[in-house]
């Protein structure tokens, strides 16, 4: 007798549970064919390194931009999802003064953050949220002649096309500082397996492709003082979102990661879905930094300008009067809720509003909801309401 057929498997949901470590190592063992990155200098364990020097006489003959930006683009989604451009930054004086401002920054900002950060303990780093914003109004100049770095420029137009936006964030990793824990990053990094899962398998893919990660050494970074560690091609490994916190998969990170020295003014770029945690710190002197750059899509943001405040003022009591309504159960309000406020806790300022007690600080939605649940006072609510604005304006 032949056995019952069974059911197809459906790929549209992708869940915790379902995730086999054999599936991603069958991905992570893949090796580029020789000679496929013809613009890099070198592999370091398949991963390529490019000489910026090199390239930017390159640059100047005809048709060659495109085909880096083809290749870096192959990098990036077939690849090995991670690339280094040593010597990005090849003014040391420039890099010099920037690194300055951010040790000056550490020092006014210390112990006026909430505190938290992302993967990692918190307190055990230095970081300076928005580094962008803030070395832009104390030393434009020098913030100019920093983000004109042609390069930088390029890698950013190859994933995410014209119009991207950059944000910038320091980390300092001081003697001493431990390890994170392995990940990848946002969007669908910030949330939890749970919360990720809900999300259909289409949007797992599309993810990766809206934002770019990047890091530039303002030290040089020997292995010893903990630079980053990536696991090439990772990011084809399409339910990587929902496996940070399980340990087989912890322990194959462990096993078979890369760490990539880097120089200062080396330039490190890598796909956002690539599964990476900073290092340790094992050193008694150097402090470790970098300028994490994390570049976003276009496309990215919604097509109208919306006041979501002023609509969650107005919605508010009007939800309170009809939730007495037989028209309306919870459902329902939770979905006009839903249509109202924002639902994404970012963009955010960070120093005043850190991912306390989670990966992400509670959005507008969830104030809203916790606000109906427990029956505040419009007069509360809208207080609560300000509050939270106030904290995602920068300065």
Same mark, same amino acid.
């Given at each position: 007798m032949s056995a019952p057929p069974q059911p197809a498997r459906d790929l549209t949901w992708l869940q915790p549970e379902a995730c086999d470590v054999a599936d991603l190592a069958q991905i992570v063992h893949t090796?580029?064919?020789?000679?496929?990155?013809?613009?890099?200098?070198?592999?370091d364990r398949g991963v390529p390194l490019y000489d910026s020097a090199v390239l930017r006489r390159r640059l100047h003959q005809p048709g060659v931009r495109r085909e880096l930006m083809s290749e870096w683009i192959r990098v990036l989604s077939d690849g090995p999802g991670v690339m280094v451009l040593l010597g990005a930054f090849d003014d040391?004086?420039?890099v010099g003064a920037v690194t300055q401002h951010f040790h000056a920054l550490i020092e006014e900002e210390r112990g006026n953050t909430g505190g938290g950060d992302h993967f990692g303990q918190a307190g055990?780093?230095?970081?300076?949220?928005?580094?962008?914003?803030?070395?832009?109004?104390?030393?434009?100049?020098?913030?100019?002649?920093?983000?004109?770095?042609?390069?930088l420029a390029l890698v950013c137009e190859a994933w995410l096309?014209?119009?991207?936006?950059?944000?910038?964030?320091?980390?300092?990793?001081?003697?001493?500082?431990?390890?994170?824990?392995?990940?990848?990053?946002?969007?669908?990094?910030?949330?939890?397996?749970?919360?990720?899962?809900?999300?259909?398998?289409?949007?797992?893919?599309? =993810?990766?492709?809206?934002?770019l990660?990047?890091?530039?050494?303002?030290?040089?970074?020997?292995?010893? =003082?903990?630079?980053?560690?990536?696991?090439p091609h990772s990011h084809k490994y399409l339910p990587g979102y929902l496996v940070a916190g399980q340990n087989a998969f912890r322990e194959f990170f462990?096993?078979?990661?890369?760490?990539?020295a880097l120089a200062c003014g080396d330039a490190v770029f890598f796909n956002p879905a690539l599964i990476h945690a900073a290092g340790h710190n094992q050193t008694a002197h150097v402090r470790r930094t970098a300028n994490l750059l994390?570049? =976003?899509?276009?496309?990215?943001?919604?097509?109208?300008?919306?006041?979501?405040?002023?609509?969650?003022?107005?919605?508010y009591p009007a939800l309170q009067r009809l939730a007495v309504d037989p028209r309306m159960n919870a459902e329902s309000i939770d979905r006009a809720v839903a249509c109202c406020a924002e639902g994404y806790s970012f963009p955010t300022d960070l120093d005043l509003d850190p991912p306390i007690g989670g990966l992400a600080p509670e959005s507008q939605q969830a104030l809203m909801r916790r606000a109906l649940a427990e029956a505040w006072s419009v007069a509360r609510f809208e207080q609560a309401l300000e509050a939270q604005a106030a904290k995602k304006r920068s300065g």
């Open positions: 090796r580029p064919a020789a000679g496929e990155y013809v613009f890099a200098g070198r592999t040391a004086a420039l055990a780093n230095d970081r300076v949220w928005n580094a962008l914003e803030k070395l832009c109004v104390r030393d434009p100049e020098l913030f100019a002649r920093y983000y004109a770095n042609d390069l096309g014209p119009g991207y936006q950059v944000t910038s964030q320091v980390n300092r990793v001081n003697p001493g500082g431990a390890a994170q824990s392995p990940h990848r990053d946002y969007h669908l990094g910030f949330l939890t397996a749970e919360v990720a899962a809900r999300f259909p398998a289409h949007v797992h893919r599309l =993810s990766p492709v809206l934002t990660q990047g890091a530039v050494a303002h030290v040089d970074m020997a292995p010893e =003082s903990g630079p980053t560690l990536y696991l462990d096993a078979h990661h890369v760490q990539l994390q570049v =976003s899509s276009a496309f990215g943001r919604a097509m109208e300008t919306v006041d979501r405040l002023r609509m969650c003022r107005a919605l």
